[in-house]
């Protein structure tokens, strides 16, 4: 019969630190102690006898007093460094906060991220232009920003490896992260289904507006109909993809029948439609609301409030380094993991006037 080996915290608190380091999921340097403490709920010292531990082993380095250990991974460990091209979705992706961070993240893990001189609104979203485009222009890994399903299907069938952030990557046989908005359109959807709106109004890009049997586009049809009002294209409207062109659809909308509720997919559109609400429909736009389905620092300065979904950027962006360092060690995957995002600000809808 074996004996009962009793492992004390320093030790488990050790073997953790040491599997998440080997694993990837700190680069270059690891947090301090008080860091630890928080994001394990473990004791102080016993977070400073594992760190010292791993400083015993040689797995970390002291760099000194108030400074953070360097990582010193074993040769086995060591990373290739890779090149990693990126191909947005559209070019003003390049200067959002998350994609600077995870650039930043990326070199410090020792790789190379540049972009795809062409954008997926570029190609269209078509996967043969998509294809023709990526043969051309080689890199060791693809990041896709936002990529349909039929590029995201192209991807996973490549011989490059190719990571989804974003985009319609469910069901498919490709590594990816991104939010999980479907609970907080739930909870948008029930506020207003309490405030009495039955004039919904969704308005997405064309790609979404294609993939009809997306989750996200199915919750929003499924709560319609559980209210008794049957989808249409009045609830989720085609429009010419400019500025023009969505001046025009608001109109159309507005000239028949006012939606009391409009949900717009990102916040570059959310703050277009806010403007035209104030420009062309002053009366409405308190009555009128308007939630962003995606998150951005402009939305804060807004009085009211415009609600959205928001979700934190950090566990995306340690999931692309990750992954990126797998490949960079043989170990290629195919895992995607959503995070959730939740729903702020909805406490600034105004009921309504009356029952629409």
């Known amino acids: 019969m074996r004996s009962l080996t009793i492992r004390s915290a320093t030790e488990q608190t050790s073997d953790f630190l040491r599997e998440e380091i080997l694993r990837g999921t700190w680069t270059e340097t690891m947090p301090g102690r008080n860091a630890l403490v928080k994001q394990l709920s473990a004791g102080g010292d016993t977070v400073q006898a594992a760190l010292e531990q791993l400083e015993r082993e040689g797995l970390l380095e002291s760099q000194g007093a108030g400074r953070r250990r360097r990582i010193v991974l074993p040769n086995k460990h060591r990373r290739t460094a890779l090149q990693v ?12 906060r998350l994609i600077l961070e995870l650039r930043r993240q990326l070199e410090a893990a020792g790789h190379g991220l540049s972009f795809a001189s062409k954008t997926l609104k570029d190609l269209k979203q078509d996967p043969r232009k998509v294809a023709k485009w990526v043969r051309a222009d080689p890199s060791d890994v693809w990041i896709v920003n936002g990529g349909s399903k039929p590029v995201l299907e192209w991807f996973a069938q490549a011989v490059v490896p190719a990571f989804a952030l974003f985009g319609s990557m469910t069901g498919l046989s490709i590594a990816g992260t991104g939010p999980d908005k479907l609970p907080a359109l739930r909870e948008a959807l029930l506020c207003l289904k309490r405030r009495g709106d039955r004039r919904i109004v969704m308005l997405v890009r064309e790609e979404v507006r294609k993939a009809k049997h997306g989750l996200f586009l199915q919750t929003f049809f499924d709560a319609l109909k559980d209210r008794g009002i049957t989808p249409g294209a009045y609830n989720l409207p085609d429009w010419e993809e400019s500025p023009k062109g969505l001046s025009a659809c608001l109109d159309a909308i507005f000239k028949v029948t006012p939606p009391t509720a409009i949900i717009v997919e990102d916040p570059v559109l959310c703050l277009a439609v806010r403007n035209y609400l104030a420009e062309k429909r002053g009366a409405a736009l308190r009555q009128v609301a308007l939630i962003c389905a995606d998150q951005d620092p402009s939305l804060f300065w807004c009085w009211p ?5 928001r979700f934190d950027h950090q566990p995306v962006i340690r999931h692309v380094v990750r992954w990126v360092n797998g490949v960079a060690r043989g170990k290629e995957n195919q895992r995607q993991k959503l995070f959730p995002a939740k729903l702020v600000g909805h406490d600034s809808i105004a009921p309504l006037a009356v029952k629409a």
Do not use: V
Request: no cysteine; proline share 6%.
């Open 85 to 96: 091209k990126m191909i947005l979705y559209e070019r003003d992706d390049s200067s959002h």
């Open 305 to 309: 409030a415009i609600p959205h979904m």
